[in-house]
């Protein structure tokens, strides 16, 4: 039965018509409202007509700005009976909201990568899958790969702490993750599903387990400050100009045996593909980025292996 809105009564009820007009609401709101139980009618006329108490306009605006803030009629339904109250429920809206704000995020940072980088519709859905996956999926992702990188190594064996630091994931990527982040998920993803990437971490894990861990000379710094000058003005590591900044980081004393053993465990812990894991790590963690040590390193490798004593 519809309802005459402009019927009213001498009881200090209120019609259809003229809730809402007081609410502002439309008539067909109010009635959908009504017939869904959010908003009941406190009688009716004797022609059957829908009447409201005065207490029917503060309802009236409860249910709007609850519906106003996405919740459904139904939750609304449950305050207003008082079967929840309304902290609870804002406080589970809040959480349901964050949870599609990030998805939202996500997803545009995403297709922003997709607009800079472009890409195949196949790499567009990958990406996205790696990018929506649960806290546990991406961890578990690092996990499998540490896992089988460092089988049958013991906790306490020499190097196994590098097992634990290459699980380091963040809890989540960041609710408005940076474009340079979203790469490095992509990136560390596929890195860690790179079969010959997967063999260098289990060399070098074997490697730590045995006790072979770089060396504690030289000194890093050095071969930074006087290795890192040479590779940035392109002095080749078998000249006679590398051979004296060689002498500036390792004793001029040693060997050629221990000139190739020095080289070979170097090399051993020395590799591009293995430092970018840690860089991508560092930007989905917010580490502070430091300088690229790795090629430094090889051209030190290169110099110990050119200027062999006696050779």
């Given at each position: 039965?519809?309802?005459?809105?402009?019927?009213?009564?001498?009881?200090?009820?209120?019609?259809?018509?003229?809730?809402?007009?007081?609410?502002?609401?439309?008539?067909?709101?109010?009635?959908?409202?009504?017939?869904?139980?959010?908003?009941?009618?406190?009688?009716?006329?004797?022609?059957?007509?829908?009447?409201?108490?005065?207490?029917?306009?503060?309802?009236?605006?409860?249910?709007?700005?609850?519906?106003?803030?996405?919740?459904?009629?139904?939750?609304?339904?449950?305050?207003?009976?008082?079967?929840?109250?309304?902290?609870?429920?804002?406080?589970?809206?809040?959480?349901?909201?964050?949870?599609?704000?990030?998805?939202?995020?996500?997803?545009?940072?995403?297709?922003?990568?997709?607009?800079?980088?472009?890409?195949?519709?196949?790499?567009?859905?990958?990406?996205?899958?790696?990018?929506?996956?649960?806290?546990?999926?991406?961890?578990?992702?690092?996990?499998?790969?540490?896992?089988?990188?460092?089988?049958?190594?013991?906790?306490?064996?020499?190097?196994?702490?590098?097992?634990?630091?290459?699980?380091?994931?963040?809890?989540?990527?960041?609710?408005?993750?940076?474009?340079?982040?979203?790469?490095?998920?992509?990136?560390?993803?596929?890195?860690?599903?790179?079969?010959?990437?997967?063999?260098?971490?289990?060399?070098?894990?074997?490697?730590?387990?045995?006790?072979?861990?770089?060396?504690?000379?030289?000194?890093?710094?050095?071969?930074?400050?006087?290795?890192?000058?040479?590779?940035?003005?392109?002095?080749?590591?078998?000249?006679?100009?590398?051979?004296?900044?060689?002498?500036?980081?390792?004793?001029?004393?040693?060997?050629?045996?221990?000139?190739?053993?020095?080289?070979?465990?170097?090399?051993?812990?020395?590799?591009?593909?293995?430092?970018?894991?840690?860089?991508?790590l560092g930007a989905l963690n917010g580490w502070p980025q430091a300088p690229s040590g790795v090629p430094a390193f090889e051209w030190l490798i290169a110099a110990l292996r050119a200027h062999v004593p006696g050779g």
């Open positions: 039965m519809s309802d005459l809105s402009d019927v009213s009564d001498c009881t200090g009820t209120l019609t259809i018509g003229e809730l809402a007009r007081r609410t502002g609401l439309s008539v067909r709101t109010i009635r959908f409202w009504s017939d869904s139980g959010v908003v009941a009618p406190s009688g009716r006329t004797a022609g059957g007509f829908r009447l409201y108490d005065a207490g029917a306009a503060a309802r009236v605006d409860l249910v709007r700005t609850l519906r106003e803030l996405g919740l459904p009629l139904e939750t609304v339904r449950r305050v207003l009976d008082r079967q929840v109250t309304v902290r609870d429920v804002a406080g589970a809206h809040v959480r349901a909201l964050d949870a599609e704000i990030r998805t939202l995020m996500v997803r545009r940072a995403v297709l922003d990568r997709v607009a800079r980088h472009g890409g195949t519709t196949e790499e567009m859905r990958v990406m996205h899958e790696l990018a929506r996956m649960s806290v546990d999926e991406r961890q578990r992702i690092i996990d499998d790969f540490v896992r089988e990188s460092f089988d049958g190594i013991g906790p306490n064996a020499p190097g196994a702490q590098l097992a634990q630091a290459m699980r380091t994931m963040p809890g989540a990527l960041p609710a408005n993750p940076t474009p340079e982040q979203v790469d490095a998920w992509v990136e560390l993803a596929e890195l860690v599903s790179d079969e010959p990437f997967r063999r260098r971490v289990r060399e070098m894990a074997l490697a730590g387990a045995r006790g072979e861990r770089q060396p504690e000379g030289p000194d890093p710094a050095k071969v930074m400050e006087h290795a890192g000058r040479a590779v940035h003005e392109h002095i080749a590591p078998e000249s006679a100009a590398g051979k004296e900044i060689l002498y500036r980081i390792v004793d001029p004393g040693l060997t050629a045996a221990e000139h190739a053993l020095l080289a070979d465990r170097l090399a051993t812990f020395t590799d591009r593909r293995v430092e970018r894991y840690w860089q991508l």
